[in-house]
């Protein structure tokens, strides 16, 4: 089996690439964290590699709206090698941040037309604030690589601009018809629900959009962020260590597992 | 060249939440009349493009194509609204702007060049707003004057900030022929804040030299003799009358704090006072570092950008500690004016509690959080003392290489600046924050309102870390109070500096040698470089757009040399600048007050009681203000600020595991107790010592590895009775770190925390000492947390609970202060820690909190109501003094060193006789019933109160 080779990329005031470099080689890959500015002087970098992953963080400050001006130099110096990349059958995941940067750059949910960048959009908490704390997905979609259909999870989220919105309820409506929506926020017992349990008053819930592919998924919650036990907000209690004997592999970790099984598969 | 216009509306139907937040605090300021407010951002582009380019700028990046709208121009007031005010906030020229800074390199990546790009924020007032209401808007929400002007109406649009360039003139002072006073006044005029004896020792200095100081000079030994760099009323000689008793000390910092250090002497300190962090050993390879700060006077006038810069501040001390270290945690600590006092009851010259308060804790937000470090551990302090000088903590804790834990600069290294420019911001930061504020500062000391840029911060830890692995520089430290002067000046100390300050890359032109010199702009670090490294480390920051510069070079003449374009400015002997202020003597005194315990009726029940304490400011819930900070990126959590069932609970202290690979981990704390300095000082100094170690043993911390950091804030120490009570409170902090052998390894102190209103009258803050505290924790997996777990496990207390309601929170809401201030036994605390400490990384242990304000009923009631599980207590377990007959005296009693412990019943001998000789004893048991009982000698029930009443009460007070 060929060694699968992750990049996680860096820019100005990205902040969860170490932990995301972590996750990913917990999954068996091997990466390597690259500043933009070394793929936009060598795009045919982004050949050697199979999978790449926008990390959260608060790329250029969030300067204009979060994810904005990276998504404005992606879109000018590297859409075409990541098309490529994409349509090579490789895997691309946004994690907060990179969520953020793969909407606004037209990547999510579409494929690169700007006409999805016109119907679909991530802005201000309902809240006005930055929060922090955990979530319940669950799956919306089978087609998605990342995903365990039917598995629901439990990940922090810690943004202050994660809440989904579309242009209007035509739009919404082709995000559920095409299976675009990845996850939806829902409570313990798996139903949907008004803040806190959907912490931005995202439209419909939903938490993650996946592409037409199925291939590039882009979530608010961090599943970098819990990847080892002890990460679990009550991994002190009774009842998460007995959940954590039966199942051995932590939620987060799920999402790069599926990835780097599924390079191994087929490349 | 073309002045673009741009205004960005949300689009009808989606949300304005900036809108609605500004509405919100109007009404909060107590304006009913505004009925609507609409948000907008302004971008004024200077560029030659044309129409069809602004339009797809417009549309492109300016607007968010689904929920936003672009104007070019002007956009008309909204139709059919008669009312409407308009207030356009626009920042003061010279204030840096980041978010046109990515403006104009976004649209560099779209092929344009744009000559200059400013923004500003719009505000559309709806309903009826006389023009007094809309000015006190505008000053007391919109805009902070320090830093933005406001336009109010759709008038002209504000100058242009081209600045004109400087033309060097070399200024002069004469100090020759000055007597005391004149010397005095001098001091005064140049906002240099030295007294008498210190002018004269300068007179001296220049009398010997034959010549007149520039004013550069000036400057500089007035930043590096300012209180805020030397401390000088902490290392002066203070005579001492204790009740009459007569104490001297040669120098009081040496003989409390750092004596017990010296005294303790633990192979595990690597570096401690000396740099800037103290540093302690990790595991074999690395090391740990933690600085706490105070950014006190900032944050009083400027909350936001006061508190930002406060925890950029301290997160660039690790960064500048040995070789560098990378930070893993933040910490922050703040004290305000209770929130719901009365506009009219505020000083003339201070902003609202709650503004201070919410200000404070966006900044600090804003910045951690930007910056990828989790705040993981803090508290909240209230008292009306705090209104006028609100104190602001921020800690950082930073992880390094165990061989890179010292500097080592050498003469003709090169020195550069790397990082943010140096603008005007922040001048006189040092020698402000050393003295005291009245109500004309928010005038005269805008200018040291320093502004903050997290991301320029964060691009500069990332490549200085990447340089300190490639081992490219031989000394790094950070520019903080005193700039450039103070960073450059102690980094040569012992060798000599020569500077070009043209050299110095500027924000904006028009800055003259000396504001260069001690601007204190943000986000720069200074390295020193061999030459034959410069080209590698440049590489390393200009291949992710840090701006670094060579401004000058190393010596070994022992002189500060500085230079503006060739021409010589200043010429100083390193010896006196470093070791020519005047040492003080001083007087202190205490004398213990007269205090009575209150006379309380004792009652049935005290369920009202409990609730009052846990509603009140200091008891209840923090959760507003923990969520908005990202506890956990860098995935190093392990016991968050929240804990329980419902995440919710209060964590004692954090747990962070700062390496991968690794299963080590730190334990981080605090502990601060205001109100017992009211009584007793040295009791207070030991309750927070006590405090903070407690809060690091209830989740697991080893009780031989803790270090601890002191931060006095206190009042005008030029008065016996005020230096008497911080030399009493130095006093306990050396009892109390040989008491428990953890030493302290980095302090600071921030004083004359005195507000003088326009009546004349003076607001000093109550003596405030913060300890924070760390340790070790050697296998995180068996870390506990304070939240109560299962039904049928036991419940004990260790440690003796006593007649000890002075500065309680029980005797505050009766509005009493009491005599019976908490004591800490100095051999029964630290054994009880260690033994605790052991139980815990036995496994005999499941849950495990501390007794602290409010005591044993408030301890339980959190312990409860965080684990979603009742619990049955019996108050003839309780192991208790002889004078702990009341029944409000054993729920309340604040008595130092009590943790209460959840054991599994199998666990019971094993825990018991772990316990043997200490006073511990079985308070009751865990229910399913979610209830909590608290049962009297007679078998009444003297608490008896829902969970969810309980908890509702905690969550209530800030439930914003």
Redesign the interface.
């Known amino acids: 089996m060929a060694q699968v080779k992750a990049i996680v990329l860096r820019a100005t005031g990205i902040n969860c690439d170490m932990e995301t470099q972590y996750a990913l080689e917990l999954a068996g890959a091997e990466v390597q964290s690259v500043h933009i500015n070394r793929i936009i002087e060598d795009k045919a970098m982004l050949e050697k590699f199979q999978i790449i992953v926008f990390p959260g963080g608060f790329s250029y400050g969030d300067d204009v709206a979060a994810g904005k001006i990276l998504a404005n130099q992606i879109i000018h110096h590297l859409s075409e090698p990541l098309r490529k990349f994409i349509d090579d059958g490789k895997l691309v995941l946004g994690i907060c941040n990179g969520f953020q940067v793969l909407v606004k750059a037209g990547i999510l949910p579409g494929n690169n037309s700007t006409k999805c960048q016109e119907e679909v959009t991530i802005t201000y908490n309902d809240s006005g604030k930055f929060e922090d704390r955990w979530v319940y997905l669950v799956p919306q979609t089978k087609k998605c690589v990342f995903i365990e259909p039917g598995r629901k999870i439990y990940l922090p989220i810690a943004h202050g601009e994660g809440k989904i919105v579309t242009k209007d309820t035509a739009s919404l409506e082709k995000l559920k018809a095409d299976e675009h929506i990845a996850f939806k926020y829902v409570n313990e017992n798996g139903e949907e629900a008004g803040y806190p349990v959907n912490p931005n008053g995202s439209v419909d819930s939903i938490a993650g959009l996946t592409d037409t592919t199925g291939r590039v998924l882009g979530l608010m919650p961090h599943p970098e962020r819990h990847v080892r036990l002890t990460q679990h907000p009550r991994w002190s209690r009774y009842e998460s260590r007995a959940a954590n004997h039966e199942q051995r592999t932590t939620d987060g970790m799920t999402i790069f597992d599926n990835a780097v099984k599924y390079i191994q598969k087929n490349f | 060249m073309r002045q673009w216009r741009f205004e960005i509306f949300n689009r009808a139907g ?2 304005d ?2 809108g ?2 500004v509405l919100e605090d109007i009404r909060e300021l107590g304006i009913s009349s505004v009925e609507a407010v609409q948000s907008a951002k302004v971008f004024l582009i200077e560029a030659e493009f044309d129409e069809d380019f602004a339009g797809r700028l417009g549309k ?3 607007a ?4 936003e709208e672009y104007y070019i121009g002007r956009s008309a007031a909204p139709a059919g609204l008669a009312k409407a005010t308009l207030i356009e906030v626009h920042l003061k020229s010279g204030v840096t702007d ?2 046109a ?3 104009t ?2 649209i560099s ?3 344009m060049a744009v000559n200059n790009v400013r923004t500003a924020r719009k505000y559309i007032l709806l309903g009826d707003i006389s023009q007094s209401q809309t000015e006190t808007i505008a000053r007391k929400i919109l805009a902070n004057d320090c830093i933005e002007d406001c336009v109010i109406g759709n008038e002209a649009e504000p100058p242009s900030p081209h600045l004109k360039p400087y033309e060097l003139q070399i200024v002069h002072l004469s100090l020759r022929n000055l007597n005391e006073d004149e010397l005095t006044a001098l001091s005064k005029e140049k906002d240099l804040f030295l007294n008498a004896v210190e002018m004269q020792a300068i007179q001296k200095y220049y009398a010997e030299l034959g010549r007149e100081p520039t004013d550069i000079e000036l400057e500089s030994i007035a930043q590096t003799w300012s209180e805020h760099c030397v401390h000088k009323t902490l290392k002066s000689s203070v005579d001492m009358s204790i009740d009459g008793e007569q104490v001297h000390f040669d120098n009081l910092l040496k003989e409390t704090v750092f004596k017990a250090t010296k005294q303790l002497n633990k192979n595990w300190c690597i570096s401690v006072f000396s740099d800037n962090a103290g540093v302690v050993e990790f595991d074999e390879d690395s090391a740990i570092c933690f600085k706490v700060e105070t950014h006190n006077r900032p944050s009083a006038l400027d909350p936001y950008g006061g508190a930002a810069t406060g925890i950029g501040g301290v997160i660039r001390d690790p960064m500048g500690t040995g070789m560098g270290a990378r930070p893993v945690a933040n910490t922050d600590i703040f004290c305000f004016g209770e929130p719901d006092k009365k506009l009219e009851d505020i000083p003339k010259g201070v902003l609202h509690p709650r503004r201070v308060m919410k200000g404070v804790v966006s900044g600090v ?2 910045y951690g ?4 470090i989790p705040t993981v551990n803090g508290a909240i302090y209230f008292d009306d003392r705090y209104l006028a000088n609100p104190l602001v903590f921020c800690g950082d804790i930073g992880l390094m290489d165990k061989d890179k834990c010292f500097k080592n600069p050498q003469s003709s290294n090169l020195i550069i600046v790397v990082g943010g420019r140096t603008g005007r911001d922040g001048i006189h930061g040092a020698t402000f924050s050393s003295g005291q504020i009245t109500h004309e500062y928010e005038t005269i000391f805008s200018h040291a309102v320093q502004i903050g ?3 320029t911060e ?2 500069m830890l ?1 490549v200085l870390l990447q340089a300190n692995l490639a081992g490219l520089y031989e000394a790094i430290t950070d520019c903080g109070a005193g700039g450039l002067s103070s960073a450059v000046g102690e980094m040569g100390a012992e060798l000599g500096v020569e500077v070009d300050l043209e050299k110095v890359p500027l924000k904006y032109a028009g800055l003259n040698y000396t504001e260069i010199w001690i601007s204190e702009a943000q986000e720069r670090m200074v390295i020193a470089v061999r030459p034959e490294n410069l080209k590698a480390i440049k590489k390393i920051f200009d ?3 840090v701006e670094s510069t060579v401004i000058g070079k190393f010596t070994d003449d022992k002189k500060l040399i500085l230079r503006y374009n060739g021409q010589e400015v200043a010429n100083l002997d390193m010896d006196f600048l470093h070791n020519g202020v005047p040492k003080y003597s001083r007087k202190a005194h205490w004398k213990s007050p007269e205090l009575a315990e209150p006379n309380i009726p004792e009652k049935d029940d005290y369920n009202d009681q409990l609730l009052q304490i846990l509603s009140s400011y200091n008891v209840a819930s923090k959760e507003w203000v ?10 190093n ?4 600020p ?4 419902n ?1 919710d609970g209060p964590s004692d202290a954090a747990v962070i ?1 700062p390496k ?1 690979n690794s299963d080590k981990g730190i334990a981080i704390s605090c502990g601060m107790n205001p109100l017992y300095g009211d009584i007793d000082p040295y009791w207070m100094a030991l309750a927070g010592i006590d405090e903070a170690i407690r809060n690091l043993i209830c989740v697991g911390g080893r009780a031989d590895r803790i270090a601890l950091l002191d931060n006095f804030c206190w009042g005008d120490c030029t008065k016996p009775e005020t230096l008497g009570t911080l030399a009493r409170a130095a006093q306990a902090c050396y009892d109390g770190a040989i008491a428990f052998e953890s030493p302290f390894i980095s302090g600071k102190d921030s004083l004359n925390n005195e507000f003088t209103c326009d009546d004349g009258t003076t607001i000093a803050i109550c003596a405030t000492l913060l300890i924070s505290a760390m340790s070790l924790i050697d296998d ?2 068996k ?3 304070m ?1 109560a ?2 039904a049928a496990n036991l419940l004990f207390v260790v440690g003796e609970t006593k007649n000890e309601l002075g500065g309680s929170h029980y005797y505050k809401i009766h509005g009493r202060l009491g005599a019976n201030v908490p004591k800490v036994n100095l051999e029964t605390a630290p054994e009880i820690a260690k033994r605790i400490s052991t139980a815990i990384a036995d496994g005999l242990i499941v ?1 495990c909190h501390d007794c602290s304000e409010g005591g044993l009923a408030v301890a339980l009631a959190e312990m409860a109501f965080a ?1 979603g599980v009742g619990i049955e207590a019996d108050l003839r377990g309780l192991p208790k003094g002889n004078d702990c007959s009341r029944i409000d005296t054993q729920l309340f009693s604040e008595s130092n060193s009590r943790y209460i412990v959840e054991i599994e019943p199998e666990n019971y001998d094993a825990f018991a006789s772990l316990c043997l000789n200490l006073p511990f004893g079985q308070i009751g048991k865990v229910t399913e019933e979610k209830i909590l009982s608290i049962k009297a000698q007679d078998g009444k029930a003297v608490i008896e109160l829902d969970l969810d009443s309980l908890k509702q009460a905690w969550q209530k007070t800030f439930n914003w």
Do not use: W
Request: charged share 30%; net charge negative; with cysteine.
């Open positions: 989606f949300s939440v900036h609605s937040s492109e990046l300016l968010d194509p689904v929920c980041p978010v800074e990515s403006v390199a976004a990546d779209m092929g937000r804003d959080n930007r910056m990828g840029n997290a991301i964060k691009k990332d291949d992710e757009n923990i969520r908005q900070y990202d506890h956990e990126v860098q995935g959590s392990v016991v968050k929240l804990t329980g069932v995440n595991k991968f995180i997996n870390s506990v947390t939240d777990k299962k849950s684990g």
